[in-house]
């Protein structure tokens, strides 16, 4: 790990003003790396903006012999971030999409304003800043993307409905975007991180928040974004306090109950022990291991000779 480095590469670090994203970009300028330090300067609620976020840690790698430059746009409009990469550095290889807010209530009281500023930025804004870089990987068959999930994301959250469906989303389109890069060697994963910041000041005791450095979190990412990972794409990991995990999809062996009219409930209920069974467990990671698993369990009738259900390359409509 110690001598991981990015010379000579260009990262984009968004919501990089505090927190995780802070720590990504001074890491990454301390290992060689140029680094647009985005940062809208809001409040953890997503109001208001301002400079000083960015510019203070754009000024401590400077001052510590790095290379960075501020953007100060929101993750909305990401086409802006990464005009400021390629006009300050000429390229982009990495962006961690990090910038985030938090607008906690319950489903009940939820408002369309709390829902969609939540979306907005999470899930809108890793889609148009990863967008605008596409083209430039693509080009140079060469990209590294993280995607941060949450495991409010991956499990629900009391209060979090907004949240936790941005973070789950989050999820399916690094998913898809792992696919549709892979052959450019355009590498993305999904990060579901815990952190001491202001996001989680007040919802963790400090006896905890004392184990949950940022800085923590920052060497998992650092292995999944470099040159060096020729494997992990399209992966999940829950990552904090010097942990680091990945996580899978696992469907129960299931059952199957008859595609004919004694396919009613009653013939499900009877074999609901089955529908929940793990101990025959799989752990698909593509639409089409669905159907080759009904193939296997008969649901399906066999593949005709030579032909094989496949989605890769193409656009399926389900
Ligand atoms: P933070 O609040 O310290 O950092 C988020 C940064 O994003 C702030 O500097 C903020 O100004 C910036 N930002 C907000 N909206 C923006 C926008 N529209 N455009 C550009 N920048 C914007 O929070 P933290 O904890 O460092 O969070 C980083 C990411 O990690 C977020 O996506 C968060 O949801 C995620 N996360 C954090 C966890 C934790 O335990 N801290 C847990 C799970 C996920």
């Keep these: 790990m110690s001598d991981l480095r990015f010379d000579g590469q260009v990262v984009v670090v968004t919501g990089a003003g505090s927190g995780l994203g802070k720590a990504y970009a001074l890491f990454f300028a301390s290992r060689g790396a140029s680094v647009v330090v985005n940062d809208l300067g809001g409040s953890l609620a997503g ?19 790095g290379k960075a430059v501020a953007n100060y746009n929101s993750v909305e409009d990401g086409a802006a971030i990464v005009d400021t990469a390629i006009s300050a ?86 998913e898809t975007l792992a696919k549709e890069g892979a052959k450019y060697n355009i590498f993305t994963n999904i990060i579901a991180p815990v952190a001491a910041s202001r996001m989680t000041a007040t919802v963790m005791p400090a006896e905890v928040l004392q184990y949950l450095a ?11 974004v470099h040159p060096s990972n020729k494997t992990e ?61 009904l193939r296997q369990s008969n649901a399906l009738p066999p593949n005709p000779p030579g032909e094989d259900v496949r989605f890769d390359g193409r656009v399926a409509v389900v």
């Design 47 to 65: 109001s208001g903006a301002s400079a000083k976020a960015a510019d203070a840690v754009v000024n401590e790698i400077v001052v510590a012999g």
């Design 89 to 174: 550095f000429g390229r982009i290889d990495i962006i961690i999409n990090n910038a985030g807010i938090l607008r906690d209530i319950s489903f009940k009281n939820m408002k369309d304003a709390d829902w969609d500023a939540v979306h907005a930025v999470h899930l809108k804004g890793a889609y148009k800043t990863t967008q605008a870089a596409w083209p430039h990987f693509r080009k140079q068959k060469y990209g590294r993307v993280i995607v941060t999930s949450s495991a409010a994301g991956l499990y629900g959250n009391f209060g979090q409905c907004n949240y936790s469906s941005a973070k789950a989303g989050l999820i399916g389109f690094g």
């Design 214 to 224: 940022p800085e923590w979190v920052v060497p998992v990412v650092a292995v999944l």
């Design 233 to 293: 794409n399209g992966s999940i990991f829950e990552i904090g306090a010097g942990h680091a995990a990945k996580l899978r999809w696992e469907r129960a062996g299931g059952a199957l109950v008859k595609c004919d009219e004694t396919m009613t409930p009653g013939a499900v209920l009877a074999k609901w022990a089955d529908v929940n069974d793990f101990t025959k467990a799989a752990h698909p990671t593509t639409t089409a291991d669905m159907v080759t698993y």
